[in-house]
């Protein structure tokens, strides 16, 4: 079956410092892939897409995700973390047809002084 | 500003009452959906629809209706068989399947 896993529920990571949060995927070809961000309250946001080509991709808010297929995975990078990066994070993933997409269960992300 | 509009933000209803959640879309956008998020769970698909008088049913549909009589609106009605209906619920349209979603603010429905 098509999933998208992320293995992180909760991370904190030190103002400042980088941060990686890991998304998988199970599928038989390569899927589209996207990662959002969710404020307390709020809808989810865009943060950026793959679909094919360059497998390292840049988004919003200094973000940039890699497209790894040996792995099966689309983790999501930024350098330097800063306070308002808190949020919850979620990958999803497109399969085939006309199915809608499918998330993962998304990584908490705290940010701490 | 186009964009995706839910109504209410905030909705507290009695047990056994039935409940329409709106969403409304200006993007010219094909496809809308409706989720479910609770937490540690992620965000569950209820019911999607590609064209306009036509919908099909997600994962987590019992309980549930939809409409979708014109293109840019999408209710969502939340019966009185649906046995945990509080949670907080995302609307989101694309222009076709294998695209990004665009999401709206979301409704927090309360049962008491």
């Known amino acids: 079956a098509q999933s998208v896993t992320q293995p992180d529920i909760h991370i904190t990571v030190s103002e400042g410092a980088s941060l990686e949060l890991r998304c998988n995927y199970s599928y038989g070809a390569t899927p589209y892939l996207f990662w959002y961000v969710q404020s307390p309250g709020q809808g989810l946001q865009l943060l950026l897409k793959y679909f094919s080509g360059d497998t390292l991709v840049q988004g919003i808010k200094g973000f940039e995700a890699e497209f790894k297929r040996s792995q099966s995975s689309f983790n999501l990078r930024k350098p330097s973390v800063h306070w308002s990066d808190a949020a919850e994070y979620f990958c999803a993933g497109a399969f085939s047809g006309n199915t809608p997409l499918v998330f993962g269960k998304g990584t908490r992300l705290s940010v701490i002084a | 500003d186009g964009g995706i509009t839910q109504s209410p933000k905030y909705l507290f209803r009695k047990e056994g009452q039935n409940v329409t959640l709106s969403c409304e879309q200006n993007l010219n956008h094909d496809a809308m959906y409706w989720y479910r998020q609770d937490p540690g769970q992620g965000l569950r698909l209820i019911y999607y629809?590609?064209?306009?008088?036509?919908?099909q049913k997600g994962d987590i549909a019992e309980g549930y209706s939809v409409s979708r009589e014109k293109k840019e609106s999408f209710p969502l009605t939340v019966t009185s068989a649906q046995k945990n209906p509080t949670a907080f619920y995302l609307c989101?349209?694309?222009?076709?399947?294998?695209?990004?979603?665009?999401f709206g603010q979301g409704t927090r429905l309360t049962v008491v």
């Open positions: 989101a349209s694309s222009t076709r399947a294998l695209t990004e979603a665009f």
């Open positions: 629809s590609q064209i306009v008088n036509d919908f």
